[in-house]
């Protein structure tokens, strides 16, 4: 269990820890030290790039009594919560958790007792209320976040992350065979990922498009085949990247 599942279960937890020496703090020194996190890189990030999350002050223990207790790590839009809050611990059962699973993309938990975790950050991601957060449309518009129980309450602290520029998507003829039948390829790549080919369009031909896998960055090849070699054919298609930007190939 990584999160408990009812009030009664945080408050068992505080007893455990205060009273059975689960960490070296008491209640009282614990919450004179507030917790705090780092994430590195933060800036310039790729589509799936991972990034190193550091936590310090949050609640790490695996107890028979209470199960496993440890940070979360999300992806959330900036602004959604606060950079640094603290939550009596009904509110944070209730009300902040259910609202984290809501509005943001759970990105894993912490091992107990190890404050560094790799996350994998996305330029695009959907939530569970259905929707879709885009990042890296400006500096520090998406955040990741870490949140758990920080004793005697719990609590969130948020790190700002930004992504690079998005990269263009590129559609290069890569060849023009002669035939018959005549035939052309055309090359795609994307660096931020290529989530679709889609709306392919030709006259007078075919074209075979090659298996997408959401993400990839190619080169990924379409190749149309002229039907009457003695008329003309014209050809275009969309791709759409991982940053949600659809591009017209013609």
Known sequence: MVWPR???????????VAGAGAVSASPAQAERTPATATVSPKTGLADGQKVTVNESGFLSINDPRVGEIVPLVYQCRAGVFPLSASYDLMMAN??????????CAS???FQVGVTTQQVAVRRVFRTSAGET??????PGDCVTLIFGVVLPNAGLVSIPISFAPS????????????GPPK??????????????????????????TPVVTPGARGPLVLTATKTD?????????????SAGITTRCA
């Open 6 to 16: 009812c009030l009664r279960q945080l408050v068992v937890a505080l007893m455990v």
């Open 94 to 103: 209730e009300v902040v958790y259910p609202r984290l699973q809501q509005r």
């Open 107 to 109: 990105l894993g938990q």
């Open 133 to 138: 957060v885009q990042c890296g449309v400006a």
């Open 167 to 178: 990269t263009p998507t590129s559609c290069v003829t890569s060849a023009v065979r002669l």
């Open 183 to 208: 035939q052309q390829d055309v090359t795609v790549r994307d660096a931020d990922g290529i989530q679709a080919i889609t709306n392919i369009r030709i006259t007078n031909g075919t074209v075979r």
């Open 229 to 241: 070699q003695a008329k003309p054919t014209s050809w275009s298609f969309d791709v759409t990247d």
